[in-house]
């Protein structure tokens, strides 16, 4: 199991610029969840998705898409990006059900945006 | 509201020695779990350990144990016998009662000293 991937590793954008940030599983995990961790901030929930199409936002969704058209794959798209959404982006995926909800979280994305 | 406080911003242990790191959580659900991460300076999220709400033991998993009082809201990881590898910030994070939304901490840096 290659577990959670994403892409890219690394972005540089201009202001007003879009991309999409890829996740991916191969665990067959039915909850799928974005974060951005920002210096002295932890992770903060941006979007997460209990099936494939159903999504909902979590705490700092502004400026964030996202959709979930099959269970393996939860892109992350930033429409027109600004400077405050430099960040590391994490992808992670867990059973929506069980004893712990644990998270299997990807590498991450760094992303600047100048 | 949800809300996670971690309030030792950077700890230090001596190697072999087993060391506290403190976790406060704030919500009004009766049914939540906890859980504690390792981020190593590598960038990725490694989980640790999980209590549920209704556990009425404290979780442990190897060195780490998770010392859950209720009635403080509080949810401390210990890890005992320090080693060089457990240099890494640690965070501290909740989900609340639906099992979707999740709430991080600002983290701990902890440094092993040899």
């Known amino acids: 199991n290659a577990g959670v991937t994403q892409t890219p590793k690394f972005q540089v954008l201009k202001t007003g610029q879009s991309m999409t940030l890829q996740c991916a599983q191969d665990m067959n995990h039915e909850y799928m969840s974005w974060y951005r961790q920002d210096p002295g901030m932890g992770l903060r929930l941006i979007h997460y998705s209990v099936g494939a199409g159903i999504t909902d936002q979590g705490e700092v969704p502004n400026g964030y898409n996202v959709s979930r058209s099959t269970t393996e794959d939860f892109p992350l798209r930033l429409l027109s990006a600004a400077p405050s959404q430099t960040s590391v982006y994490f992808c992670?995926?867990?059973?929506?059900?069980?004893?712990?909800?644990?998270?299997?979280f990807g590498p991450g994305t760094r992303l600047t945006v100048t | 509201a949800q809300k996670i406080t971690q309030t030792q911003p950077g700890m230090f242990v001596q190697e072999k020695e087993a060391v506290t790191l403190d976790c406060t959580y704030d919500?009004?659900?009766?049914?939540?779990?906890l859980f504690w991460y390792k981020q190593p300076s590598s960038g990725e999220m490694i989980f640790l350990i999980y209590?549920?709400?209704?556990?009425?033991q404290n979780a442990t998993e190897g060195r780490y144990s998770l010392n859950f009082q209720k009635a403080r809201k509080s949810a401390n990881l210990v890890i005992s016998a320090s080693q060089l590898g457990d240099s890494a910030m640690y965070f501290c994070a909740m989900r609340d009662y639906t099992g979707n939304q999740f709430y991080f901490g600002t983290g701990t840096s902890l440094t092993v000293i040899p």
């Open positions: 209590q549920g709400s209704y556990d009425e």
């Open positions: 992670a995926s867990s059973y929506s059900s069980g004893r712990s909800y644990e998270q299997y």
């Open positions: 919500t009004s659900d009766q049914s939540y779990g």
